[in-house]
């Protein structure tokens, strides 16, 4: 299993976060939001549920910091959109 690390507004897999052969970025939007604007693994680290398991990281943040996402990146707009498992941390559209 990969380490996942925190860096600021990101999680990453690697000895830096300059050098990470994963990340997920994520930006702080108003007081009660984060925005995913950013999720990236090598193709040494393809196939190994990575992607899922950043998303994962952020998800649980917001949950403990009571705040939305909004998924702007492909990956996390796929994977968290008509999924009831986020539906309590999905940003809702106005």
């Given at each position: 299993?990969?380490?996942?690390?925190?860096?600021?507004?990101?999680?990453?897999?690697?000895?830096?976060a300059?050098?990470?052969?994963?990340?997920?970025?994520?930006?702080?939007?108003?007081?009660?939001?984060?925005?995913?604007?950013?999720?990236?693994?090598?193709?040494t680290?393809?196939?190994?549920?990575?992607?899922?398991?950043?998303?994962?990281?952020?998800?649980?943040?917001?949950?403990?910091?009571?705040?939305?996402?909004?998924?702007?990146?492909?990956?996390?707009?796929?994977?968290?959109?008509?999924?009831?498992?986020?539906?309590?941390?999905?940003?809702?559209?106005?």
């Amino acid at each position: 299993m990969q380490e996942i690390k925190r860096d600021h507004h990101r999680f990453y897999i690697g000895e830096s976060a300059e050098s990470a052969t994963a990340e997920i970025t994520f930006v702080p939007t108003g007081d009660d939001k984060y925005t995913i604007d950013h999720t990236y693994v090598s193709e040494t680290l393809r196939g190994q549920g990575i992607a899922q398991m950043l998303l994962n990281q952020v998800v649980e943040l917001a949950r403990r910091e009571n705040k939305k996402i909004i998924p702007l990146c492909s990956y996390a707009k796929k994977v968290m959109t008509g999924n009831k498992e986020y539906e309590d941390v999905l940003a809702k559209n106005k």
